[in-house]
């Protein structure tokens, strides 16, 4: 039974050993799937969370330095040479004139003193526990501009995963059609019903066709790469993507988004240059605290020995304690101009960061109607891209059936075959800009 028990507790251990990717190497992801994968285990989001614990624990750092603080100190002397002083010998009732040599105290000594300490008034204190609520903000609002870099990322790389497994898939058709053409066509030459010219101008068409398969293929590995170091797993997992580009582009269209009410205060970009705002404004504080005074007190109690050998450990040892309460008032009077031009500097940081926030907002601004305008011409562009793309097979079609009928020439439905591939690429890449564009905007915008 007991063996039974063990077997039981290795292998749920082993169980618990899996990590979340190996999870994922066996998981399909959606689009949303994989941003809320990544919002996770992305590199730069764990750090993010940890930046807000920093900034949690710096904040408590600042508050308790006002706070009562104890120190002990314990100290041991060994005189190895004592020193020596000369009185007057008529003190002992010698000669006057004369002088005596005299060693004061004993060699070994011993002090120990506990500290408490604690600060009454200091301007620069009440201040700097102000701002520990604005580090706090900067620290979200860091994490918040963190998510959403992540949530791109890992949205353009996901589109350009499916970007090259379509290409892929679109070549090696196109290679298999031109393949079976230039078959044909090398029978027909050597049935002397051809020219030479048609097989040739088919074998550069094919070998464009195989360079770009090649690279589709590389590019298809790198890409899901990619895709895997946003999410925050090892390159090498062989993530899989659910959805399709097309279904993708669909789900990303949505005209209701260009008419969104717009908040700026919900930008991230606006709310860090508020952040900035909010640093000068207590720095510039901060430099007008310093012509403060500052109070502190402090109360001591130590306790000194005193021997020829070291015997402090013995219960006979004597011990005389001592107590002292305290004061420390710093006033500052005169530092030449320092202080001042210190104020008057961070008082100018303080203006800039003012204007930085109105240059912002107009930024904010402009990149919003940008976005819109990239949205609505990527979604413009699409829907182009899907028409042009049925002309050109169409027409591709058409130069077939008169090439293989003798109509058209090698030349004719080289040109068209070109066309098509042309419409080909553009018809995915259109479809990738309507996924990216509108995350361009989602971010801008931010809304909740």
């Known amino acids: 039974m007991r ?6 507790v290795a292998i749920f251990m082993v169980a618990l050993g899996f990590s979340q990717e190996e999870m994922a190497q066996s998981s399909s992801f959606t689009l949303d799937e ?4 990544a919002l996770e285990n992305n590199y730069k989001a764990i750090n993010a969370n940890r930046d807000i614990v920093d900034a949690q624990k710096q904040k408590w750092e600042t508050i308790a330095t006002g706070l009562p603080q104890i120190n002990g100190s314990v100290s041991y002397q060994n005189q190895l040479k004592q020193p020596v ?4 010998a008529e003190i002992f009732g010698g000669e006057p004139g004369t002088f005596v040599e005299v060693v004061f105290g004993q060699p070994q000594t011993v002090n120990a003193t506990a500290t408490l ?3 009454i008034f200091d301007g620069s204190y009440i201040v700097g526990v102000q701002a520990t609520k604005a580090f706090l903000q900067y620290s979200a609002n860091n994490k918040e501009k963190t998510d959403i870099e992540v949530r791109k990322a890992v949205t353009e790389s996901y589109g350009n995963v499916l970007l090259a497994q379509e290409s892929v898939a679109i070549l090696e058709k196109n290679k298999a059609n031109l393949e079976k053409n230039l078959f044909e066509t090398e029978k ?11 097989v040739e101008q088919l074998q550069i068409t094919l070998s464009s066709i195989e360079n770009q398969l090649k690279n589709a293929i590389r590019l298809q590995d790198i890409t899901l790469q990619m895709l895997n170091l946003n999410m925050g797993i090892s390159v090498d997992s062989p993530t899989k993507l659910s959805e399709d580009l097309n279904d993708l582009a669909q789900k990303q269209i949505d005209l209701q988004l260009l008419e969104a009410e717009f908040n700026i205060e919900n930008n991230v970009d606006f709310k860090l240059v508020e952040n900035l705002n909010q ?3 207590f720095e510039h504080k901060l430099a ?8 502190n007190a402090f109360i001591n109690y130590g306790s000194s020995a005193f021997a020829d050998t070291f015997n402090f450990l013995n219960s006979d040892q004597q011990w005389f304690d001592s107590s002292i309460l305290g004061f420390d008032l710093s006033i500052p009077i005169f530092s030449s101009g320092k202080r001042s031009a210190s104020t008057a500097r961070a008082k100018i940081a303080l203006e800039k960061a003012k204007t930085q926030k109105l240059e912002a907002e107009e930024q904010i601004r402009l990149q919003l109607e940008s976005a819109k305008s990239d949205y609505i011409l990527a979604i413009e562009q699409y829907q182009t891209s899907q ?3 049925g002309l050109a097979e169409r027409i591709e079609n058409k130069n077939q059936i008169k090439y293989s009928e003798g109509i058209a020439s090698s030349f004719e439905l080289r040109q068209a075959q070109t066309q098509l591939y042309d419409a080909q690429k553009g018809y995915l890449q259109s479809m990738v800009e309507v996924i990216n564009k509108k995350t361009n905007l989602e971010t801008i915008l931010n809304n909740e």
């Not at 063996?3 to 039981?8: D, G, M, S, V």
């Not at 994989?34 to 994968?37: G, H, Q, S």
């Not at 007008?288 to 109070?295: E, G, H």
Request: hydrophobic share 35%.
């Open 288 to 295: 007008k605290s310093r012509a403060l005074p500052t109070l």
């Open 34 to 37: 994989a941003i809320t994968f």
């Open 279 to 281: 640093q000068r404004y």
């Open 3 to 8: 063996n039974h028990f063990i077997a039981f």
């Open 117 to 119: 300490s604690q600060q």
């Open 387 to 389: 028409e042009n793309l």
């Open 188 to 198: 027909i030459y050597e049935n002397g019903l051809g020219d030479e010219e048609s």
């Open 85 to 88: 002083s000369v009185i007057p």
